[in-house]
């Protein structure tokens, strides 16, 4: 008895209908792995810009330390002038392309060169302020790019979360 209203309430489903559900599964897990992928693709790629922008300040330190004042100084001129030249590369390539985290890479770039400014300043005035400001802007890259790498993990999850309550219902 049990067993004939069991058959009597399932309906059946015909293979283009079993087709459709296997494609909508497919199509959700493939945006799901690639948003996880793209995730963790921006974190990486944030880790190492802040591992080459740490890696920067240390070698102008040591450059301080071991060249002479005037040559340290012409190099660092040097090194300025081709961090603006490449933030206004990078800028203009964002403007025109429409990348927005392009834009952001390069407003931290000039950042950078203007960090790099007033680390020639320092070295130009010899003043004793130079290591703490050094100090400094290592900490401040470590903790920018820590904070925006855990901004970008949680956004993103919560997106993913989003998407999938919204695919859900």
């Known amino acids: 008895m049990k067993k004939e209203k ?6 059946e489903i015909t293979s283009e209908q079993l087709k459709e559900i296997k494609k909508e599964i497919d199509k959700s897990k493939n945006k ?13 790629r944030n880790i190492v810009i802040a591992i080459f922008a740490v890696i920067f300040i ?3 330190a040591l450059g301080g330390v071991s060249l002479s ?14 961090e603006i030249i490449a933030t206004i590369v990078i800028l203009e390539i964002a403007f025109r392309k429409k990348y927005s985290f392009l834009m952001v890479h390069g407003i931290e770039m000039m950042l950078l060169a203007c960090y ?31 904070i925006k ?3 970008i993990r949680f956004k993103r999850i919560d997106e993913y979360y989003k998407y999938d309550k919204e695919t859900r219902n």
Not at 6 to 11: F, G
Not at 69 to 82: D, G, H, W, Y
Not at 123 to 137: E, P
């Open 149 to 151: 790498s855990l901004i």
């Open 6 to 11: 069991v058959e009597e309430e399932v309906e």
């Open 116 to 146: 790099t400014l007033g680390l020639y300043h320092l070295y130009a005035n010899d003043s004793d302020k130079t290591r703490m400001v050094l100090l400094g802007g290592v900490l401040a890259i470590v903790v920018y790019y820590l």
């Open 32 to 44: 799901s792995l690639v948003k996880r992928i793209d995730k963790y693709n921006i974190i990486f």
């Open 58 to 60: 240390w070698i102008i």
């Open 69 to 82: 004042p005037i040559k340290f100084l012409t190099n660092l001129k040097s090194i300025v002038i081709i």
